[in-house]
């Protein structure tokens, strides 16, 4: 049985669940016991969910002699393993290498190249499955996410496939419109969106990449794509 699993996709409740669902088959845990897993409250289960700092993985190893309480086996679940210290991961790196036989470790993380390439090896990847975007669209419906349908377009196509990153950009949508002076196509448009954007934070860059998207798949206007490049350009500035 593979001793450590890396779930991988983008944070919010989509990626824990299935970090979760991948915890709960590693114990064993089914009906009652597999609700207490996604409930974060089996006690063979033990959650880390911010990124990993050195007292944390000591923590863990002081553990790992412990036996199962209510199966035959143990998880570690790291709801975050992105913005982990490095010396956090090596030490990780040394417990993952050699578990006890009945403990297995879960990660999530959105992109592998966030932690350290000899961390990565050790686990077996599992990819967050895309949902069509159709799907996506009828999700947030679904949830009372009541909005136009330009803007649960731009929504779903910027979550590409993923619903927790579609749900946070269709309320930065919603947010950026309230304030976004009405695109009246004359050239200032742009600076006066500037000017209106200047104190916003992230989340109204996400709001912004799905206008701008949305816009230039509607007129191929190369002012949107430009200016959709320079949102993300922004967004991955602020990331790193």
Do not use: C
């Not at 845990?29 to 597999?34: D, K, N, S, Y």
């Not at 966030?114 to 419906?141: G, H, I, M, N, W």
């Amino acid at each position: 049985m593979n001793h450590a699993w890396l779930v991988i996709g983008p944070p919010g409740p989509q990626r824990r669940d299935a970090a979760r669902q991948r915890a709960a088959s590693l114990v064993g845990a089914t009906g009652p016991q597999e609700h207490m897993v996604l409930e974060a409250r089996h006690a063979d289960v033990t959650e880390y969910l911010a990124p990993l700092r050195i007292d944390d993985v000591r923590e863990v190893t002081a553990g790992l002699s412990r036996r199962p309480l209510l199966g035959a086996a143990r998880v570690v679940l790291f709801g975050e393993l992105a913005g982990s210290t490095r010396e956090a991961q090596n030490a990780l790196l040394r417990i993952v290498e050699e578990p006890p036989p009945d403990l297995t470790f879960v990660g999530e993380v959105a992109r592998p190249s966030d932690l350290l390439p000899t961390l990565v090896s050790r686990f077996v990847t599992q990819r967050l499955a895309r949902l069509p975007l159709a799907d996506v669209k009828e999700l947030l419906r679904s949830e009372g996410q009541e909005a136009d349908e330009e803007l649960l377009n731009a929504a779903t196509r910027f979550g590409g496939g993923y619903l927790d990153p579609s749900r946070e950009a269709l309320s930065a949508l919603r947010a950026v419109t309230e304030d976004l002076p009405p695109d009246d196509g004359t050239p200032d448009w742009f600076v006066r969106a500037a000017e209106a954007v200047e104190s916003m934070g992230e989340t109204w860059l996400n709001g912004l990449a799905g206008i701008f998207s949305s816009h230039y798949e509607a007129t191929a206007d190369a002012r949107y794509l430009s200016a959709w490049r320079k949102v993300e350009k922004t967004r991955s500035a602020l990331a790193g």
